[in-house]
């Protein structure tokens, strides 16, 4: 986890050179992370008017609906907008950092995919705080058993990211001496590396689901929190599966811009 977060921060330095550009990509990430979790809140307000609908009036069923309606309509014009204004602010960030450094174009062509590859994987490592603390609000218990998986899991993937940069870098260096490894090899390196960072998240994510099951049955949590987490805990196992794949692609095309 230390090294991820390391080469992280260096990269940062490394393409937004500015301190006005750091805490601007730092800013979206947060605001994009925060409009993913409010999707909690959206699948909050459903499961409170699928499971009261019977006890509800009419003027209540109707302010739930109409709730839920605009805030759905609302996350789905912030995702859009952020990602937008995301590409145009690293175009302008890397343009600055291109006058101070001389890149050629494949190494341009490889520091913007770069810079995608940071901010996803940020952003996903973001939603997942936003998350645990949003599960601290049903179970503490629940909590502390997510935050101990997922310090495991960030822990084999750190161990996956240092092997796949030498292994990148590996390639990059053979293609140098017009000696290039098989395209499938490479492929398939990448890929191997990525897809057994997601078959170890998606133990933890079963060990969760198992608590989360057995806390129902105990009658430790409502049904409609229940079905909250549930989705809390989907969303997080595909963070983590992005943050897998993405860990891969950055070590690639940390190799590749250097």
């Known amino acids: 986890?230390?090294?991820?977060a390391a080469t992280f921060k260096q990269t940062l330095y490394k393409l937004f050179?500015?301190?006005?550009?750091?805490l601007a990509i730092l800013g979206?990430?947060?605001?994009?992370?925060g409009i993913s979790i409010t999707e909690l809140a959206v699948a909050k307000s459903f499961t409170k008017i699928v499971l009261h609908e019977k006890t509800m009036s009419e003027g209540k069923a109707t302010l739930w609906i109409a709730v839920f309606f605009i805030a759905f309509a609302m996350t789905?014009?912030?995702?859009?907008?952020?990602?937008?204004?995301?590409?145009?602010y690293f175009e302008k960030a890397l343009s600055d950092m291109?006058?101070?450094?001389?890149?050629?174009?494949?190494?341009?062509?490889?520091?913007?995919?770069?810079?995608?590859?940071?901010?996803?994987?940020?952003?996903?490592?973001?939603?997942?705080?936003?998350?645990?603390?949003?599960?601290?609000?049903?179970?503490?218990?629940?909590?502390?058993?997510?935050?101990?998986?997922?310090?495991?899991?960030?822990?084999?993937?750190?161990?996956?990211?240092i092997h796949q940069i030498d292994q990148q870098r590996e390639f990059v260096k053979a293609r140098k001496e017009k000696n290039p490894a098989a395209s499938a090899i490479q492929v398939k390196t990448r890929i191997r590396s990525a897809e057994f960072g997601q078959l170890l998240?998606?133990?933890?994510?079963?060990?969760?689901?198992?608590?989360?099951?057995?806390?129902s049955y105990k009658n430790g949590?409502?049904?409609?929190?229940?079905?909250?987490?549930?989705?809390?805990?989907?969303?997080?196992?595909?963070n983590l599966n992005n943050i897998s794949t993405g860990l891969m692609r950055?070590?690639?095309?940390?190799?590749?811009?250097?």
């Open 201 to 215: 998240s998606s133990f933890g994510i079963m060990l969760l689901l198992a608590v989360l099951l057995y806390l």
């Open 98 to 161: 291109k006058a101070k450094s001389e890149l050629t174009k494949t190494q341009e062509n490889w520091t913007w995919n770069l810079a995608i590859e940071l901010s996803g994987v940020l952003s996903a490592a973001v939603q997942l705080v936003l998350l645990a603390t949003f599960f601290a609000f049903f179970s503490p218990i629940f909590t502390l058993l997510n935050l101990i998986i997922i310090f495991i899991i960030f822990e084999v993937f750190s161990r996956l990211l």
């Open 76 to 88: 789905r014009a912030g995702h859009f907008a952020q990602r937008v204004f995301r590409l145009n």
């Open 221 to 238: 949590l409502s049904a409609s929190n229940t079905i909250v987490l549930f989705l809390g805990i989907r969303m997080q196992s595909s």
């Open 1 to 4: 986890m230390i090294f991820i």
């Open 250 to 258: 950055f070590a690639r095309a940390l190799a590749n811009s250097e």
């Open 28 to 33: 979206l990430i947060v605001i994009a992370s």
């Open 17 to 22: 050179v500015s301190r006005k550009h750091k």
